[in-house]
Nanobody, 126 residues
Framework: QVQLVESGGGLVQPGGSLRLSCTAS????????VAWFRQAEDKEHEFVAA????????FYGDSLKGRFTMSRDNAKNTVYLQMNSLQPEDTAVYYC???????????????????WGPGTQVTVSS
């Protein structure tokens, strides 16, 4: 099993930026993906972005590409989500999660992620 911990959430004004971090401890094998999901109040989880190991391929939610960028630091076992031009509709709890042996068709599938962090709150408000 792997443990995931998110950080970097907070309150930001519309148009501002935040960078979220997700640090993993434990082993994940050679083929896995780490993703960000978010859940706004009274809404279902939404896929935000994912990155695969070992090739580093990235995937984004359809409405988010261009504003959000996911990256990784292998030495620190950490992935990042750089969020720019934030809007009130980006307000949500952001979770990172891990999927083992992903394939392209399952990258966005929440049910395939077996390890989850506790989440970090992002609030976009003036």
């Amino acid at each position: 099993q792997v443990q995931l911990v998110e950080s970097g959430g907070g309150l930001v004004q519309p148009g501002g930026s935040l960078r979220l971090s997700c640090t993993a401890s434990g082993r994940s094998g050679n083929s896995y993906a780490v993703a960000w999901f978010r859940q706004a109040e009274d809404k279902e989880h939404e896929f935000v972005a994912a990155i695969r190991w070992p090739n580093g391929a990235t995937f984004y939610g359809d409405s988010l590409k261009g504003r959000f960028t996911m990256s990784r630091d292998n030495a620190k076992n950490t992935v990042y989500l750089q969020m720019n031009s934030l809007q009130p509709e980006d307000t949500a709890v952001y979770y990172c999660a891990r999927q083992v042996n992903p394939i392209a068709s399952t990258i966005r599938a929440m049910y395939r992620y077996d390890s989850w962090g506790p989440g970090t709150q992002v609030t976009v408000s003036s």
